[in-house]
T-cell receptor, first 111, second 120 residues
Framework: QKEVEQNSGPLSVPEGAIASLNCTYS??????FFWYRQYSGKSPELIMS????GDKEDGRFTAQLNKASQYVSLLIRDSQPSDSATYLC???????????FGPGTRLSVLP | KAGVTQTPRYLIKTRGQQVTLSCSPI?????VSWYQQTPGQGLQFLFE???????NKGNFPGRFSGRQFSNSRSEMNVSTLELGDSALYLC???????????????????FGPGTRLTVL
C-alpha cells in the first residue's frame, strides 16, 4: 500500500513568519510530487509541482524534494492570514499514474 | 475557459439507494479522475477515465462505478448506498498529450467544486 504521510497539525505561525510543511512517502518509485492548497469548503488547487531533487521556488513558495530520504516539503515565506488552509501533499508514480494524497496539514497564520 | 463543473452540488440519500454524479471537464481536457474526500480517510482516488475508457482504478468496492462519454463528460454511480459513503466527491480534469508510448495525462489536475453526498 503506497502511503503519503503528513503532520495533521494545526500548524500555527505568526504573520510574516516562514511556514514549513513536511511530507514523507513510502513508494520509492514515485516520480512526481505536488502540493495542493484547500480552503475550508473549497476544492484543492495546485500550488507547486516538483520532479527533481533540490529546491523549486515560485514566489513565496519553495518546494524541496529529497528522493533518497523520500521526503518533500513546502516552505511559505512571509506567511499571510490568507495562507490559512489545509495543504495536501500528493505523489504520483510512473507506473500506476495514480495520485496518492496525504491527509493534509492544517495551517493557521495568526495576524 | 470555464472550469470543471459538477452536478448536483448537494445530495441527500438514504441507505440502499443509488446515486449518479456528473462531472464536465474543462474544454479540451479528456481525462477525468474521481476522488472521495472524508475527514477520516482524506482524499482517495476512485478511478480515472480518458477516451471513454477506465484507465486506473483505486481500491473501492464494485458499488462504485463510472463512465465517460464521447464529449469527455463523466458520471460516477454509487449503488446500494451505505452510511460510510457520505463524503465530498471531487472530480478533476487533466489535459491528455500525445506521447511516444501513447496518450499520457499531464500532471496538472483541476478540481471541480465537488458534490457533497449525505447518506441517512
Amino acid at each position: 500500500q503506497k502511503e503519503v504521510e503528513q503532520n495533521s497539525g494545526p500548524l500555527s505561525v505568526p504573520e510574516g513568519a516562514i511556514a514549513s510543511l513536511n511530507c514523507t512517502y513510502s513508494d520509492r518509485g514515485s516520480q512526481s510530487f505536488f502540493w495542493y492548497r484547500q480552503y475550508s469548503g473549497k476544492s484543492p488547487e495546485l500550488i507547486m509541482s516538483i520532479y527533481s531533487n533540490g529546491d523549486k521556488e515560485d514566489g513565496r513558495f519553495t518546494a524541496q524534494l529529497n528522493k533518497a530520504s523520500q521526503y518533500v516539503s513546502l516552505l511559505i515565506r512571509d506567511s499571510q492570514p490568507s495562507d490559512s488552509a489545509t495543504y495536501l501533499c500528493a505523489v504520483r508514480d510512473n507506473y500506476g499514474q495514480n495520485f496518492v494524497f496525504g491527509p493534509g496539514t492544517r495551517l493557521s497564520v495568526l495576524p | 475557459k470555464a472550469g470543471v463543473t459538477q452536478t448536483p452540488r448537494y445530495l441527500i440519500k438514504t441507505r440502499g439507494q443509488q446515486v449518479t454524479l456528473s462531472c464536465s471537464p474543462i474544454s479540451g481536457h479528456r481525462s477525468v479522475s474521481w476522488y472521495q474526500q472524508t475527514p477520516g480517510q482524506g482524499l482517495q482516488f476512485l478511478f480515472e477515465y480518458f477516451s471513454e475508457t477506465q484507465r486506473n482504478k483505486g481500491n473501492f468496492p464494485g458499488r462504485f462505478s463510472g463512465r465517460q462519454f464521447s464529449n469527455s463528460r463523466s458520471e460516477m454511480n454509487v449503488s446500494t448506498l451505505e452510511l460510510g459513503d457520505s463524503a465530498l466527491y471531487l472530480c478533476a480534469s487533466s489535459f491528455v498529450a500525445a506521447a511516444p508510448g501513447g496518450p499520457r495525462r499531464t500532471d496538472t489536475q483541476y478540481f471541480g467544486p465537488g458534490t457533497r453526498l449525505t447518506v441517512l
